[in-house]
């Protein structure tokens, strides 16, 4: 079915095309509760626009590198519904903590090997210098 050019549901070998995920990672992530789609008559797999949003969602929150642990409860609760809103927040804005820590120590290392290069910089300035 569409509206106005939009796809709104696909079986699992169009989604994984639109989604960029093998069907193996859809199954896999079905398996583990990250993703429940509709089913047809006959049983297929039907993904919606929404699972496409979804999708990509838990696909930013793996390159967060949250837990899997956690992105399955977060996921547990999406489906719960809003009453689950709260106890979702606090699973982002840790995540958000954790980042931030990791982005604090990257600087750190950031700034440690640019002092190292200007170093060996100075350092290979004078030698040739002396030659």
Known sequence: MSIGGIKLNY?????SKKIGLSI???RYYEKL???YPERNK????????????WLKFIIRLKETNMPIKDI????KLRYEGDKTLEERLK?????MDRLTFEKSK????ILHLEKKINTYKKMIAKTKVLK
């Open 33 to 35: 509760g990250l993703i």
């Open 72 to 75: 399955q409860y977060y996921s």
């Open 91 to 95: 699973l982002l804005e840790e995540q």
């Open 24 to 26: 193996d990672t859809l």
């Open 42 to 53: 006959i049983n297929r797999r039907i993904y919606s626009e929404k699972d496409v949003e």
């Open 106 to 109: 990257i600087e750190e290392n």
């Open 11 to 15: 079986y699992i070998g169009e989604f």
